[in-house]
C-alpha cells in the first residue's frame, strides 16, 4: 500500500489528474485531502480508495472517509513531486464520466448473465512448486527468479505409447502434473495411442469438454446424452485421419479403432484438470465395492454375474491405463475451469435472431452427428501469403457443437521460415505442439522489474510450448521445409490481437504523435507504418481464429 503525502497534495491543488507512467488518479474537486491509500489489486478493475478529511482552517484531522478517489490499473506507483508538471484541470464532467465509469463496470463485473470462461490468473504464470509444502487449490507458484523456458515445455509427443494390455490402448500427457508451466492456465491436452481394434473404454470428464482429432487411421467415436425423454441419444460417426469430433462436458463417450493398423488421436480439453470416471470401473471396480444386490438391480443381471464382473481383471487392466495414465488429470489440485453448462450440448443456431452471448441454441430435436463433426485437419492450408503461415479454424463459428462448451484448437501450418507474428490472446491460455518440422517459439512476460522478459525455445517434431493467457507469443519456421502445429484453446472464444496490426493498422489510425512518443520513432516513420496495407490475419486466415458475438 502507498500513501500520497499531504505536502504533495497541496502542491498539486484541490483537482487534478496524476499521469504517472501506467496509471492514474482522480481527486473529486474540493476535498483537502491529507492522504489517499492506494491499494494493489487485480486488472481490469476500479477500486474506491478512501480519503482522510484535513481540515485545512484549524489544522485538525477527521478520521471520516469522504470523497473516494478512483484507481484504475493494476499498481500505482507512488507519487512523487515531479508529478506536478502533469497537472491538469478536470471539470464535473470529468468526474461524472469517471463515476459513471466505475459503477458500470463495477455492475459489469457483478452481473450474474456469463457464460464460460476461466478465471483470470492474477500473474503473468504461475508454474507450479512441486516441492511446495503449502497446500493451495492447484500448485504453489515457482520463485518467478527461477523459472526458466523450460518449465512451458514438454518433449515427446511424437513417440507412440505402449498398447499391450487388454484395451489395446494408451495415453501421453500434456498436464500440470508433468508440465509445471501448465499451472493454473485452465488447459491440458493428450496423445491417444491404439493398437488395431484397440478401445478407449466409455468414460466420462466431468470438469470438460474435449475435442478429439484424428491424426493416423481410422476411429468409430461416439458420446451418450443424458437422460431424455427419447431416451439415451447415441451421438456417433467413423472418424478418419484429419477429422475432429466434439464431445460435451461430463457426457460418457468412446472411441474404438476400426482399422487393422494402428492409430493415433489428440484430445484437447478445457480444463487442466478435466476429471475422468471410467463407467465400468466405476461400477464394477469401485473401493469398497457397490453392494451387489444394488448392482444387479440396477444393471439388471444375477448377483452371481454381478460378483463375477467385480472379480474379473479387465478392470485392472483400464485402470493401468487409464486411471494411472490420466491420474493427473483427474488430479483434485486443479484450479481454472468452465462453469458447468445447464444441459449437455447446446448446438449453435446461426439462423436464431436471438442476442444472446455466443449463439442461441437449436432446437434439440434438429441436433444430428454432423453438429460434432469437423473434417479436413490433415489438408495443408496455402501458405502463399507474406507471412508464409495459415490457420484451419476449429470453432463455434465452424463446428457448431462447440457452442458454450468452452474449448477450441486449430491447425496452424508453415511455410519454410514462415512466421505467425507476435499476437495475444486475451481469453485464452495455449498448448502447441508440434506435427511436423521445426519452431521457434515463444512469449513476452508482462513489464516487470526486470523488464519484458522473453521465455523462447527450439521446437522439434512432438514437442510442446505453452502460452499464459494475455502475454505476446510468436512461432517462426526455422527450416527449410513445410512445418505443421496444432493449438489448443481453453475457451470456445479465445480472442486475436496481433500486436502490429493494432498498433499501427487500427481503424481509424491511433494519432501519430501519441504512438511516436510510445515507439519512440519519427512522425514521419509512425506516418508511413500507418500506410502500410497490414495483412489481417483473421482475413488471410478465412474467418477469426474465434469470433466471439
Known amino acids: 500500500m502507498h500513501t500520497v503525502q499531504q505536502n504533495t497534495l497541496q502542491k ?41 478529511m484535513h481540515t485545512l482552517s484549524t489544522g485538525s484531522q477527521s478520521n471520516s472517509t469522504s470523497g473516494p478517489c478512483i484507481y484504475t490499473s493494476r499498481f500505482l506507483k507512488p507519487v512523487t513531486e515531479k508529478l506536478a508538471s502533469f497537472k491538469l484541470a478536470c471539470s464535473k464532467r470529468v468526474q461524472m464520466a469517471a463515476r459513471i465509469i466505475l459503477i458500470t463496470a ?70 500440470v502434473e508433468r508440465l509445471p508451466g501448465l499451472n493454473t492456465l485452465g488447459v491440458a491436452m493428450s496423445r491417444i495411442d491404439f493398437a488395431p481394434f484397440g478401445l478407449n473404454p466409455p468414460h466420462s470428464h466431468p470438469r470438460s469438454s474435449e475435442i478429439l482429432h484424428v491424426a493416423e487411421g481410422t476411429l468409430y467415436a461416439g458420446f451418450v446424452t443424458s437422460n431424455t425423454a427419447q431416451g439415451n441419444l447415441l451421438f456417433a460417426k467413423k472418424l478418419k485421419k484429419g477429422d475432429a469430433f466434439v464431445f460435451p462436458k461430463g457426457l460418457m463417450h468412446f472411441q474404438f479403432n476400426l482399422g487393422d493398423t494402428e492409430a493415433v488421436a489428440f484430445a484437447t480439453f478445457g480444463s487442466q484438470s478435466p476429471g475422468l470416471v471410467t463407467t465400468a470401473n466405476a461400477l ?78 437449436m432446437n434439440a430435436k434438429d441436433v444430428t452427428v454432423d453438429d460434432f463433426y469437423f473434417t479436413g485437419l490433415d489438408k495443408a492450408a496455402s501458405t502463399s501469403n507474406e507471412l508464409g503461415a495459415n490457420i484451419t479454424l476449429v470453432n463455434v463459428e465452424r463446428l457448431p457443437g462447440l457452442n458454450t462448451l468452452g474449448v477450441a484448437m486449430s491447425r496452424i501450418d508453415y511455410a519454410p521460415f514462415g512466421l505467425n507474428p507476435p499476437h495475444s490472446h486475451p481469453r485464452s491460455s495455449e498448448i502447441l505442439h508440434v506435427a511436423e518440422g521445426m519452431l521457434y517459439a515463444g512469449f513476452v512476460t508482462s513489464n516487470t522489474a526486470q ?92 474467418q477469426p481464429l474465434v469470433q466471439a458475438n
Open 12 to 52: 498539486l491543488g484541490e483537482c487534478r489528474w496524476l499521469l504517472g507512467s501506467s496509471s492514474s488518479v482522480l481527486f473529486l474537486p474540493r476535498l483537502p485531502l491529507m492522504h489517499c491509500h492506494l491499494i494493489r489489486v487485480p486488472p481490469k478493475a476500479f477500486v474506491l480508495l478512501t480519503a482522510r
Open 106 to 175: 463495477l455492475l459489469a463485473l457483478a452481473s450474474p448473465r456469463a457464460l464460460a470462461f476461466d478465471p483470470s490468473p492474477l500473474q503473468d504464470f504461475c508454474v507450479a512448486d512441486y516441492d511446495s509444502k503449502v497446500s493451495v487449490n492447484g500448485f504453489a507458484c515457482k520463485n518467478a527468479k527461477d523459472v526458466t523456458v523450460d518449465d512451458f515445455y514438454l518433449a515427446g509427443l511424437d513417440k507412440a505409447a505402449s498398447t499391450a494390455n487388454e484395451l489395446g490402448a494408451n495415453i501421453t500427457l500434456v498436464n
Open 284 to 361: 464394477f471396480g469401485s473401493k469398497p465395492p457397490i453392494p451387489d444386490y444394488i448392482l444387479a438391480k440396477a444393471v439388471q443381471l444375477s448377483k452371481t454375474t454381478v460378483t463375477w464382473l467385480q472379480e474379473q481383471q479387465v478392470q485392472m487392466a483400464a485402470r493401468i491405463i487409464l486411471i494411472t495414465s490420466l491420474l493427473a488429470l483427474a488430479s483434485p489440485r486443479a484450479l481454472a475451469f468452465d462453469p458447468s453448462p445447464l444441459q449437455d450440448f447446446c448446438v449453435a443456431d446461426y439462423d436464431s435472431k436471438v442476442s444472446v452471448n455466443g449463439f442461441a441454441c
Open 451 to 542: 523488464g519484458n522478459l522473453l521465455f523462447a525455445k527450439k521446437l522439434n517434431k512432438g514437442d510442446a510450448f505453452v502460452f499464459p493467457k494475455g502475454l505476446i507469443h510468436f512461432q517462426f519456421n526455422i527450416g527449410d521445409t513445410p512445418a505443421v502445429a496444432f493449438a489448443t484453446f481453453g475457451s470456445q472464444s479465445p480472442g486475436l490481437v496481433t500486436t502490429a496490426n493494432a498498433l499501427f493498422g487500427s481503424k481509424p489510425p491511433i494519432p501519430e504523435y501519441i504512438l511516436a512518443q510510445a515507439v519512440q520513432l519519427s512522425k514521419t516513420t509512425v506516418g508511413w507504418l500507418q500506410q502500410q496495407p497490414w495483412l489481417d490475419i483473421a482475413q488471410e486466415y478465412g
